[in-house]
């Protein structure tokens, strides 16, 4: 192996290391929790597609929108630290 191939491969080794603090896994758990909570009412059959859910969402994806929305309120899940 030349020396540039193993430059390389010790960098790419390093930046696929990464240590998750317990935080950032909790949250992600918390993350996933809720998630399968909104989830479990289409799993059940209730609203299985999103623009079931809203006469106006329909009519926007008939008249060829693209739309898209997180599954939980914005989206988005404070972690502390993270």
Known sequence: MTSRAFLLALIA????????????????????????????????GHSFLGPDESPERRQRLKGGALVVQPARASGMIAIKGG
Do not use: K, M, P
């Not at 390093?14 to 949250?27: C, E, G, N, Y």
């Open 13 to 44: 080794r390093s930046v696929l290391a990464v240590d998750l603090t317990q935080a950032t896994v909790d949250a992600f758990d918390r993350y996933i929790a809720a998630t399968e909570e909104t989830l479990e009412s289409r799993f059940r």
